[in-house]
């Protein structure tokens, strides 16, 4: 599943508000099941999304950089940078 918009985010904008990370807490508890934010979330987002229990998904921060593989990389290098410190 994915919840959000976490963060401010040019496709939502106008139209949803931001729900934030206590709320994407809120929604992985609900769930029962996998969660991952979505919605203006950066790789440095990693953290915050974990500690909330979810997962990281991305759609605009990836499709729309000047360089979509090397963005892709850094969210994947966060991410496996805090399932070191995690494990």
Same mark, same amino acid.
């Given at each position: ?27 992985? *508890? ?51 940078? *805090? ?5």
């Amino acid at each position: 599943l994915t919840f959000g918009p976490v963060r401010e985010t040019p496709s939502k904008a106008g139209r949803l508000d931001p729900t934030g990370f206590e709320r994407l807490a809120e929604a992985v *508890q609900r769930a029962g099941r996998p969660v991952f934010g979505l919605g203006g979330l950066t790789p440095e987002d990693g953290p915050r999304a974990r500690a909330a229990g979810a997962g990281l998904a991305a759609l605009g921060g990836i499709l729309g950089a000047g360089d979509p593989g090397g963005r892709t990389c850094a969210y994947l290098a966060a991410l496996d940078a *805090q399932a070191e410190v995690s494990g």
